[in-house]
């Protein structure tokens, strides 16, 4: 193995993040726009479960000559956990891709007025309006707004004060959802002509067995690479998927899951790039040919 990064570790990839057509504070522009005075040299947007906000990005990334990857983040239901794929290079104009994401968003409003009669009953009132007022798109209220509500209110003073003591399994506003199957994201994906890759392996509460499991079913089901440099990891857990990506034989990518200024630990192309021994789901991808020196 060279000691040098190869050419491909060296592009300022950034393959997860979210704009206001999901759970993120900027419009699709603004991202690129920031990710771009990052120095970020290929961005793909990565909203959930929804690719309205692609062709917006995809115009500015152009404009400012930025290597730009089409992207989504799909909610999964695994084993009564909820799992999330990242999608990169898929063709947001494809029909299977678009209905599936469809039928994924589907239940987001029931599921949000259930959180809400919760959060009333544990003495936060009007979270269901409050969380909508934050939703850049109606069709999409997720935890996210409920927790920028909730921080409104002043009953938690940030964001990630509200997801230990709200939103969360065992404790008010948590509702347990129903999202796509593992497989049918996957296919999605791919029959939209894009890479599955597994996204924040680290953030899911599974016993070394079902991750095992879990990465296992993903790549048979056609999944190519793992994030291994995620905002959403600890830089132990880098590490720990770095194993992973090796001992199943994945690709590897880097991404911020950045949502906003001031709201996301780690701003667009800030992270420290993949370990050497692995291989980017980058590596071959033609927009990032010219990049590598
Ligand atoms: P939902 O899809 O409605 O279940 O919302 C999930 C979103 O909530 C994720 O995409 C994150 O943006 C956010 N989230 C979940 N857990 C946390 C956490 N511990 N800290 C901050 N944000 C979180
Ligand atoms: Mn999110
Ligand atoms: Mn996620
Ligand atoms: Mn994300």
């Known amino acids: 193995m060279a000691d040098r990064p190869s050419p491909a570790h060296r592009v300022n990839a950034d393959l997860h993040c979210h704009s206001v057509v999901s759970d993120g504070l900027l419009a699709p522009a603004e991202v690129v726009e920031r990710a771009h005075r990052n120095g970020v040299e290929v961005l793909a947007l990565t909203d959930h479960d929804e690719v309205a906000g692609l ?86 209220i997720s935890r996210s707004h409920f927790a920028r509500y909730i921080v409104e209110t002043g009953t938690c003073s940030d964001v990630p004060e509200v997801f230990r003591r709200f939103l969360v399994e065992g404790r008010p506003g948590y509702v347990p959802h129903r999202w796509a199957r593992l497989a049918d994201a996957v296919g999605w994906i791919r029959a939209a002509g894009g890479t599955a890759v597994m996204a924040h392996p680290g953030r899911y509460k599974l016993s070394d067995l079902c991750m095992d499991q879990l990465i296992r079913e993903f790549r048979d089901a056609g999944g190519t690479a793992i994030e291994v440099v995620s905002g959403s990891h600890t830089p132990d857990q880098y590490g720990e998927f770095a194993q992973t990506a090796v001992r199943f034989g994945l690709q590897a990518s880097r991404g911020s899951d950045f949502h906003g200024p001031g709201e996301s630990r780690h701003d667009l192309g800030s992270l420290p790039p993949l370990p050497k021994h692995l291989q980017p789901v980058w590596h071959d991808w033609p927009e990032v040919e010219a990049l590598q020196r």
């Open 55 to 140: 062709a917006d990005a995809a115009a500015r990334a152009a404009s400012l000559g930025l290597a730009f990857v089409p992207g989504v983040e799909v909610s999964v239901t695994w084993a009564d956990e909820t799992i999330h794929v990242v999608g990169l290079r898929v063709d947001y104009r494809d029909e299977a891709l678009i209905a599936g994401l469809a039928r994924t968003r589907n239940g987001r409003d029931d599921r949000a007025r259930e959180i809400s009669e919760q959060l009333a009953a544990a003495g936060i009132p009007g979270a269901y309006e409050g969380a909508l007022r934050h939703a850049g798109n109606p069709d999409l």
